[in-house]
């Protein structure tokens, strides 16, 4: 294989040409039908498309393989990156993803063209059942580079990625968008809390949905591994300043959307884990962390730090968190020795007086030995790994105690944790770390949820405690001591809100103040902002219930709102869980969100507001895909009649029938979201 000749390749790259010459095979030139027309209507069968796209993407991963064994092993000191000669094939490869219109490009005439391929996945992605929206996650375009003297020559020149960087821009915002509910859902499968999932659960049966066997999380994991490759084409530069707002953002929502990918990816995808770590800790972004930290002291009047990293400490820090997360989450666990007197996994224990041992959390798995064949293939498969990770995996360099085997005392811990060189070089690099992400995350929109919000503070606070196990060594050297300063210091403001907001909200008169803020009669950007203040902090359960606030029910209620960014912030305080506890206590917020969402999308008749009525039933469908906790809530939102109106009785059900087809209308066409209204119907009637 490493002997053969270009010259064999070349008539397997022009047999291969052939499958991605999308516009002159007449099948395959209906791809580019789809925007003529009805978009929610496939002009070819899902099955004929799913079967062409495997081909494609087959293809195209065979011409990446080829084309990356095209770049010399030593690339990287070649004379301005460039290699001295190039195969005939590559630049034609290259012509070939143009001229069949794979991308987008700046002189793209629309008349001549309908949209690109990349923009018809991206469609797939949103309107195709399963199987298909994985096959179109799973095409990756390759680019080359090549000579011509036309305009596709110039592209060729340039770069083709280059050239279309708008398009994979639209298309990396897609798939943010889609990882960010994404993780959530698989977090939702439930896991032992120091990583992967409990034996016996959410691999298949007794979890909700399927499991991590299910559909929905194989998609979830194939766009994990899409979004990566496409991340690693927008590379974060290092600067001195910070950049733009837009740019800022932009930033921030592809580190953010990394992070959520560490929460997706299972046991077959550490090598996209291993991308994600080398994303996360590269010197720039640890240098944009430092950025956005400063940043963070100035706006918030914090203590300024009067000291400045280095390059050296940049690349010390990189070098020690990325060997400390490699060990602790994608290596294999092995299973722990008996030790003074314990048993193992698969020793039989006597009936009587049989206490379960006690399961350290000082424990390090690491040096575990895995001679044991006791258990079953699929407890092998699952017991002896560490992804999907939890939720809190970024706290393990300053809380995991690397204790080799159980000890009888703290101090025997001390004094191991003491004889590991590297230790507090770990801790310091994850205290900056930890920072860097807590102050990141403060600038994220607040329509996106940040994974490293979703961890309990409760944990954050216990892991600088327990970083003090192993002595005063963080505290003896001012950059770190800063660093945990500051951490205390954020932390301690989010106990106080969270304290203001259990006191104050949960008091009924205080509650009813706030509450007028939401009344119809006050301006909408008003009323917008404190439901999205409310919502962030998760205190809408703590509002009372419509019949206990000071104004008429009917000042909540009428009219109906209409506003498309209140209505997005009520389905998205839906889709993040933060109604939840309201829906249980029956507080203002839940009632609200019940009224105005279902007059709107079941009562609302015109046009214009059509596209956007869909665009809101998908998203509550969506989430119920996800989440079948919130089936309840669903089935009330479908129920829902206006208080006091025919009191005592439930909807007709006509009525109820006429909501079901609504709903059907609004899955325009796509076959996961009406098994999803079949499935609710069926509760419905149960």
Known sequence: METWSWVHVSPVVDLAMKWIALRSNPCMSKFFEWQQGDKSSSVINYSLTRSLLWVISAVLHMLSGVL???????????????????????????????????????????????????????????????????????????????????????????????????????????????????????????????????????????????????????????????????????????????PSCEDMNFTIQRINSVLGVCLIVGPRDGFIMDKALDMLLQVPVLKYFDLCIRHFITIKGLKPLSWEYKEVDYQLFSKMLASHFRNRWLTVKKKLKAVDGSRCVGEKMSKKGGDLDTIHEDLDTSDMTSQDHSCTSLAVEWAHQRLPLPMHWFLSPISTINAGKRTASASNIINQLQDLPDFLEVAKGGLFFLLGIEVMSSFVSSEIQSPVWSVPLTWKLHSLSVILLAGMGVLEEQKSRDVYETLQVVYGQLVDELLFAAVSYGDLIYGRQVALYLHCCVETSVRLAAWTALSNARVLELLPPLANCVAKAEGFLEPVEVNERILEAYVKSW??????????????????????????????????????????????????????????????????????????????MDEVEKRFKLLVEACEGNFSLLRDVEKLRLSFQR
């Open 68 to 242: 990356d064994r095209v770049i010399p092993e030593d690339a990287i000191g070649l004379p301005g990156g460039h290699v001295p000669w190039l195969p005939e094939f590559v630049p034609k490869i290259g012509l070939e993803i143009i001229n069949n219109g794979f991308l987008s490009f700046p002189w793209t005439n629309a008349t001549e063209h309908s949209g690109s391929f990349a923009e018809y996945l991206c469609h797939l992605r949103h309107q195709g059942e399963n199987e298909t929206s994985m096959a179109s996650s799973q095409i990756h375009t390759s680019s080359s580079k090549g000579h011509s003297t036309s305009r596709e020559g110039s592209i060729l020149a340039g770069g083709i990625v280059k050239s279309s960087i708008l398009e994979f821009t639209n298309v990396l915002t897609i798939f943010m968008n889609l990882i960010t509910s994404q993780w959530q859902w698989t977090q939702s499968i439930e896991m032992f809390g120091r990583g992967g999932p409990a034996p016996g659960v959410g691999v298949g049966w007794g979890a909700v949905g399927g499991g991590f066997w299910s559909n929905d999380v194989l998609l979830a994991q194939t766009d994990a591994g899409l979004l990566i490759s496409l991340v690693e084409i927008f590379q974060i530069l290092s600067a001195k300043d910070l």
């Open 575 to 652: 889709v993040s869980g933060a109604l939840d506890r309201a829906a249980t206590r029956r507080s203002l917020a839940f009632t609200l969100v019940l009224h105005h969402l279902s007059s709107f999308i079941f009562c609302c008749s015109t046009s214009d507001k059509l596209s956007f009525r869909n665009k809101l039933a998908k998203s509550l469908l969506r989430d119920y895909s996800r989440k079948k906790q919130h089936e309840g809530m669903l089935l009330d939102f479908i129920q829902y009649q206006k208080p006091g109106q025919r009191e005592g009785s439930s909807v007709p």
